[in-house]
C-alpha cells in the first residue's frame, strides 16, 4: 500500500491500494529493462508473428484497485538571485484513464511548483521529465531547476557521503511554475497491473499517457490558459519534440520546448555496420573528449574546444564521410590517409583506427583512449574516467569486467539517497514503495518496427500548427549518449519554414556532458541562457 499523508485540498490525486492478490498478481514482476539512452541497444517487446504489438487485456481481478485521494501540499519559500519566493508544492498522481472505457489503467507520479501569488493566466508553467525510457524526472528536479539540489562538487563530482540537498541558485521558479513527471513505470508512477504495463510502455504508448496526463492537470489545476512549455532531457527530448505535435493536434499549443542532450531521430547516431551515419557524427565528440584527456597532437591541443571541434566538424562532414562511402573502393592510400587523419582527430593509435576499418564504436573509443593509463572515460560525461581492470579486450563496460559507466556511477550514487530524503522530510510525501529513479519499473520498450525511432515529423508539424513556437536546444561537448553532432544533423534536415527555423531555434553547447548543469560554470550559463530564452517566447506570444 501506498501510504499518503495528505492535507485538506479541494484538488485530488491518486494512490494505487492493492486488493488481494489473484494468482496473476503473484506472478514474477516482468523483466526490467535495460535503463537505455541512444547509442545502447534497446528493448523491444514480444510481437506476433506478423512483427506486430500484442496489446494484452487484463480482466477485473488482474486490475489493482486506484482511488484517487488529495495530494501532499506544502508551502516553502527559497532564496534566488536576491529575492525571496514563496511558492506551494504539490507532491501525489494523477489517474490516467483508458480512452474509451473510462477505467483507471495507471497512476502517473508529479511534483509540483507554483509560485505563491502568481496570476495563472500569465504565468508560464513548464512540464519536466528525464528519459531512459525508464528514469524519473529527478535528474532535472534535483539537479537543474527545482528549488532544491543535490549538493555536488562543482565539477559535478561526488562529494564524499552522505549526501544532501541545498538551496538551488539556478531553478527556474523565478521565471516560471514546473511540474517535474516520473511517466508509469518510473519514480512512484504504477500501471494498474503488470498487463496493463504494455500500453504506456513504447514511443507511441508513451506519448499517449504523458500527452493525458498534461491534458489532465490543465485542466484539474485551470492553467489551460497559461503560457505552456515543456522540457525534457535525453530520450526526454524524444518524448518532448512528440509531444509537441501530439499536444498542437489536440488543440493544446506551446509557447516553448527545451531540449538537453538532444535524440530525436534514433539513426542518425547508431553505430552499427551498414550505418556509417552513426559513426561519422560521433567523431567531434571523440575529438573534444581526447583533446580534454590531452591526447591531441600539440598544434590542435592549443586550439580551444570550439576551435578544435570545428576543425574534426569539417573533416567528419568531408574527407571521413567521403571515405566511408566508398566502401571497399577506397584504394590502400586512402584508407592509410583517412585512418592518419582518424587518429589525429580522435587521440587514438592509426593501427587501431585501421584495424576498426575507420569505424570506432563508442565502446571501443572510451577503452582505448587512456588504455595505458588504465583508465576507461565516462560515456554519459567523457570528463570523468574510472579504473578500467582488463589492459586488453575493453574496458570496463557491462560485460567488461569492470563496474560500468564511471560517468553514471558518480551520479546515481548520490541522487537516489537524496531524493527519498527530500520527498520525506522537505516534501512530506510518505512512500516506502521503490522509488525507480532509472531502470527496474518498466518492461520492453516498444519502438516502430523495421526502422530507427524518430519524433521529427511530430516537430515539424508542431512548428506548422504554431509558428511562434520557440525551441532551445542544450548540447554537451563531452557527452556520449547524445552527441551534438547528430542532433545538429536532425535539426539541418529538418522540414521546417527556414525563416521559423531561424529565428525560433536557439543552439548553446557547454563544456560539460550529458547533464551540463551538474557543472558548475555550465549550470550558470544554461540559467542565464534559458532566461533569455523565456522572456523571448513570452514576449513573442503579445507581439502581433
Wanted: net charge positive; aromatic share 10%; charged share 20%.
Amino acid at each position: 500500500m501506498l501510504r499518503i499523508t495528505a492535507k485538506a485540498v479541494a484538488l485530488v490525486a491518486l494512490v494505487i491500494m492493492p486488493a488481494a492478490p489473484s494468482r496473476a498478481q503473484q506472478a514474477p514482476p516482468p523483466a526490467a529493462a535495460r535503463p537505455t539512452t541512444p547509442g545502447q541497444d534497446t528493448n523491444r517487446a514480444v510481437g506476433d508473428s506478423a512483427g506486430g504489438r500484442r496489446v494484452p487485456t487484463a480482466t477485473p481481478r488482474d486490475i489493482v484497485a486506484m482511488t484517487e485521494v488529495a495530494p501532499v501540499v506544502q508551502r516553502k519559500s527559497v532564496s534566488v538571485r536576491g529575492q525571496t519566493i514563496a511558492y506551494t508544492s504539490h507532491a501525489g498522481m494523477l489517474p490516467i484513464r483508458n480512452g474509451d472505457t473510462g477505467a483507471i489503467e495507471g497512476g502517473m507520479f508529479f511534483i509540483a511548483y507554483n509560485r505563491d501569488g502568481a496570476s495563472v493566466a500569465s504565468r508560464p508553467i513548464t512540464f519536466v521529465f528525464n528519459g531512459g525510457p525508464g528514469s524519473s524526472s529527478v535528474w532535472l528536479h534535483l539537479g537543474a531547476w527545482g528549488p532544491k539540489r543535490v549538493r555536488l562538487m562543482p565539477n559535478g563530482d561526488a562529494p564524499p557521503p552522505p549526501y544532501a540537498f541545498e538551496d538551488n541558485p539556478h531553478t527556474l521558479l523565478d521565471q516560471t511554475d514546473m511540474v517535474f513527471i516520473d511517466p508509469i513505470g518510473t519514480g512512484y508512477s504504477r500501471a494498474a497491473s503488470q498487463l496493463l504495463g504494455t500500453r504506456f510502455w513504447g514511443l507511441d504508448e508513451d506519448l499517449r499517457s504523458v500527452s493525458e496526463f498534461i491534458r489532465l492537470y490543465l485542466t484539474r489545476y485551470d492553467r489551460m490558459s497559461s503560457p505552456k512549455f515543456l522540457a525534457g532531457e535525453s530520450y526526454g527530448t524524444t518524448r518532448a519534440a512528440g509531444l509537441s505535435g501530439v499536444l498542437a493536434s489536440a488543440g493544446i499549443t506551446l509557447n516553448g520546448v527545451t531540449l538537453v542532450s538532444t535524440v530525436l531521430n534514433f539513426g542518425y547516431s547508431d553505430q552499427r555496420r551498414g550505418n556509417d551515419l552513426g559513426f561519422i557524427n560521433f567523431i567531434p565528440t571523440y575529438t573534444a573528449t581526447a583533446w580534454y584527456h590531452k591526447k591531441l597532437s600539440p598544434e590542435l591541443q592549443r586550439l580551444t574546444i570550439d576551435q578544435v571541434t570545428a576543425q574534426a566538424e569539417r573533416w567528419a562532414m568531408g574527407e571521413y564521410s567521403t571515405a566511408l562511402m566508398k566502401g571497399s573502393t577506397l584504394s590502400p592510400a586512402e584508407f592509410d590517409a583517412a585512418a592518419e587523419q582518424m587518429a589525429r582527430f580522435t587521440g587514438l593509435p592509426k593501427s587501431f583506427v585501421a584495424l576498426n576499418d575507420l569505424r570506432v564504436s563508442l565502446g571501443a573509443f572510451n577503452s582505448e583512449l587512456l588504455k595505458n593509463d588504465r583508465r576507461q572515460v565516462g560515456r554519459l560525461d567523457s570528463r570523468f574516467t574510472g579504473f578500467a581492470p582488463l589492459l586488453a579486450g575493453g574496458g570496463g563496460g557491462p560485460g567488461g569486467g569492470g563496474v560500468g559507466d564511471p560517468s553514471m556511477s558518480i551520479i546515481r550514487n548520490t541522487f537516489t539517497p537524496v531524493f527519498t530524503d527530500y520527498a520525506r522530510r522537505e516534501l512530506n510525501y510518505k512512500n516506502e514503495e521503490t522509488y525507480f529513479i532509472l531502470g527496474g519499473g518498466i518492461g520492453p520498450w516498444n519502438y516502430p518496427q523495421n526502422q530507427y525511432a524518430t519524433v521529427v515529423p511530430h516537430l515539424e508539424r508542431a512548428f506548422a500548427i504554431n509558428p511562434y513556437m520557440r525551441l532551445f536546444v542544450a548540447e554537451g561537448y563531452y557527452d556520449g549518449a547524445t552527441p551534438y553532432f547528430a542532433s545538429q544533423y536532425t535539426f539541418t534536415h529538418m522540414s521546417v519554414d527556414p525563416a521559423i527555423a531561424k529565428n525560433n531555434i536557439t543552439f548553446q553547447r557547454y563544456p560539460a556532458g550529458h547533464m551540463m548543469y551538474i557543472d558548475e560554470p555550465s549550470a550558470r550559463k544554461l540559467r542565464a541562457d534559458l532566461g533569455r530564452f523565456y522572456e523571448g517566447a513570452i514576449r513573442m506570444q503579445v507581439v502581433p
